[in-house]
């Protein structure tokens, strides 16, 4: 069945490192790719988007990558801060059309240390 | 920042109490949506509606029921709550059109405990 998963349950960065998030993806028809941030009791916090006509998209210290050969999506996020601890979600369509029902990962934990 | 607003936030309630989770936006979406997530969980999704009076069931099953009488408005109901119920609630919206990449926007959340 469709799936989308992430390669690392939890990522450990230092302050100002790069951190890179991983997610792989199995439905070949999915078009639209979405990365959320989910903090301690709240709700998933939309970061970044990307078509599957884009290979990368970039936002404010965020950068999205899409390789659709291998069905692999990552998440790129610049001089890790603090404030990016989180639990990080993909999710794709399905290619469900205007539905726009999501299918979520499992989420990556990422822990910034000072 | 998104408009899209639950209540409660947090209940505690007895097993076979009736409970509504609310849910509200202002941003005028026509698409709006209920995912259910357990804690370091994914999320599923259980309802969804793309217009008033329109509700669908999710990929998630779920004993849970919806309505959509007002286009701001998607409140879900459990009419006898049981322990396994007990999970965050997540309500969510996004606009119309035709493109299958609306952003999905999500409310803060609504963490239910059954006892």
């Known amino acids: 069945g469709e799936s989308v998963g992430l390669h690392l349950p939890t990522l450990s960065v230092q302050e100002g490192d790069n951190s890179i998030i991983n997610c792989a993806y199995s439905n070949s028809a999915s078009d639209y790719f979405i990365w959320y941030k989910q903090e301690s009791g709240k709700g998933p916090q939309f970061i970044i988007d990307i078509r599957s006509n884009m290979d990368k998209r970039q936002g404010q210290r965020v950068t999205v990558l899409l390789n659709k050969t291998v069905k692999h999506l990552s998440l790129q996020i610049a001089a890790t801060q603090p404030g990016d601890s989180a639990v990080y979600f993909c999710a794709e369509n399905g290619n469900r059309g205007a539905t726009n029902k999501l299918i979520f990962g499992t989420g990556t934990l990422l822990a910034v240390q000072p | ?115």
């Open chain 2, 1 to 115: 920042e998104a408009d899209i607003y639950q209540t409660p936030r947090y209940l505690v309630i007895g097993t076979g109490k009736k409970i509504t989770l609310e849910c509200s936006q202002t941003m005028g979406h026509d698409k709006m949506y209920w995912y259910q997530q357990d804690p370091g969980m994914e999320l599923h999704l259980i309802h969804y509606s793309y217009g008033v009076n329109s509700t669908e069931k999710g990929d998630l099953s779920s004993e849970s029921t919806v309505s959509r009488i007002r286009t701001e408005h998607f409140p879900l109901t459990l009419e006898s709550a049981r322990p396994s119920h007990t999970s965050q609630y997540l309500c969510a919206s996004s606009g119309g059109g035709q493109s299958s990449g609306n952003t999905i926007y999500f409310g803060e959340g609504s963490w239910l405990t059954v006892v």
